[in-house]
């Protein structure tokens, strides 16, 4: 079939840290030739670029608490308010509260999209806490590895641009453990939120990159539509 190829919904990406989100999210945007959206992404590179914004952020990502839903909301309102969402777009790390959740259900009716599709990767605590360890990213282009599972073929240096891979501050082993409480009491509601609208879609995320890749896209490929068409 040719035509032009779109998303005909968001696509949410939920899980606890380590559960893979991001590296999926960079498969599907390849793939999809949508935007990749990861809150998380936005604010390090503020951080990076010590914006009033990223030292406000700062404090609490340090901490592994949630940045205040006023500073995200603002900021992801924006983001995909640009005309790169128009085909669609993949959220990485939002929302992560209820009330993220309602604000964008109304910025997404605004804008005239269908409710989101919200597919939720399901991983053991035990495997979140190996991944989240060993997961190192290429301080190039952003490529995420993990030096027990799927280490770069020359220590430190990412396969695709040579970039050095760095650990992110927040992987220390006391603010992973903040993280996933943080998850625990802010962002398995929103799970629960979405299960009640009838949106959410289970993959396992407990196997290799590659066949948790071939479950996401079977998902995403029933919301691909061509001209307009699904
Ligand atoms: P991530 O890369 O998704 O693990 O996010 C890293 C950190 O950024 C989190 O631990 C939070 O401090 C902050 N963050 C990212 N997304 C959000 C969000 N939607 N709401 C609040 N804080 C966020």
Redesign the pocket.
Same mark, same amino acid.
């Given at each position: 079939m040719g035509g032009t190829k779109r998303l005909c919904r968001p696509v949410i990406l939920m899980g606890p840290?380590g559960a893979g989100?991001?590296t999926q999210a960079q498969v599907l945007a390849a793939r999809y030739g949508v935007p990749h959206i +990861?809150? *998380?992404?936005m604010? !390090?590179e503020h951080v990076r670029q010590g914006t009033p914004l990223g030292r406000e +952020?700062e404090a609490?990502?340090r901490r592994?608490?949630?940045?205040?839903?006023r500073v995200?909301v603002a900021m992801?309102a924006e983001r995909i308010g640009r005309p790169d969402c128009a085909a669609g777009f993949i959220l990485? *790390?939002?929302? $992560?509260?209820v009330a993220?959740a309602e604000v964008l259900d109304r910025l997404l009716a605004e804008a005239g999209w269908p409710p989101p599709l919200v597919v939720h990767f399901a991983v053991a605590h035990g495997v979140l806490l190996r991944r989240l360890a060993g997961r190192r990213v290429c301080t190039v282009g952003g490529e995420i590895y993990n030096i027990y599972d799927h280490p770069p073929k020359v220590a430190g240096r990412c396969d695709h641009d040579g970039g050095e891979l760095v650990q $992110?501050p927040?992987d220390s082993e006391e603010v992973i453990q903040e !993280?996933l409480v943080?998850y625990q009491q802010h962002t398995l509601p929103v799970l629960d939120y979405y299960r009640r609208a009838g949106l959410v879609e289970e993959v396992n995320g407990e196997g290799t990159p590659e066949q948790v890749t071939a479950a996401v896209v079977a998902l995403v490929e029933k919301i691909v539509c061509r001209d307009g068409r699904l």
């Open positions: 840290p989100k991001g +990861a809150t *998380g992404d604010f !390090r +952020a609490y990502m592994g608490e949630l940045v205040p839903d995200v992801l990485d *790390g939002f929302p $992560r509260t993220q $992110r927040d !993280r943080t």
